[in-house]
């Protein structure tokens, strides 16, 4: 779901993912929503820039705006030894690499208001994109799921982007999807997840047998 780490040699698999993208709604009666979030993007701290950074990828960081659900998920910066760096096709607003980490299989979740400010549920018709960079080893692969709930909490439908990964080299794919928010959605919930096939990230020669 890639965004951050740095120095040590990290030759071990890497499952990395890059929010470049966006959750975002369009509809003329939600345009006071998306401009209350900048560019119309609802996910805070999409590209990992707030918080700290793992200096070399080994350690778990906080990460503003996201709640670690499972795993030792981390951040690392660009062209971090083992990490790819920023160039080619990547997004101006690159951000940091979001890393699976020294845990297994990681998750990340967000959850957010899709209210109007009125208080509102967004009306019938009201369109939604979401976007992301991902990326992956033949031993990793990073998805991205959007769940739509109403105003219990009831599921009323979702999306998923990706997986990307299980490829022989590390590399940042761009996914996509847009759709039509079900009838009576109040808020969202984001999961990033950054699998793993690996097992033995508690074996005895962890981080490095299983590094994520």
């Keep these: 779901m890639m965004s951050s780490v740095r120095r040590l040699r990290v030759s071990a698999p890497i499952a990395l993912l890059l929010l470049a993208g966006m959750l975002a709604l369009s509809h003329p009666a939600a345009a006071s929503t998306q401009a209350a979030t900048g560019s119309g993007n609802l996910l805070v701290n999409p590209h990992a820039a707030a918080g700290d950074v793992s200096a070399q990828g080994w350690d778990a960081v906080t990460i503003p705006g996201w709640q670690v659900a499972a795993g030792l998920p981390t951040v690392v910066r660009y062209g971090t030894s083992g990490f ?116 033995n990230f508690n074996g005895p020669d962890a981080p490095q047998t299983s590094y994520n």
């Design 84 to 199: 790819p760096a920023a160039g080619g096709a990547w997004p101006a607003g690159r951000g940091r690499v979001f890393a699976g980490g020294a845990g297994g299989t990681a998750r990340l979740t967000q959850g957010l208001s899709l209210r109007l400010p009125s208080g509102k549920t967004a009306p019938d018709g009201t369109r939604y994109r979401l976007s992301a960079w991902l990326g992956g080893t033949k031993t990793s692969s990073a998805e991205l799921t959007v769940r739509f709930l109403d105003a219990k909490n009831h599921q009323l439908g979702s999306r998923t982007i990706g997986p990307v990964g299980r490829t022989r080299h590390a590399t940042f794919v761009p996914r996509d999807a847009t759709g039509v928010l079900p009838t009576g959605t109040a808020s969202a919930q984001v999961t990033v997840v950054l699998a793993t096939s690996l097992t």
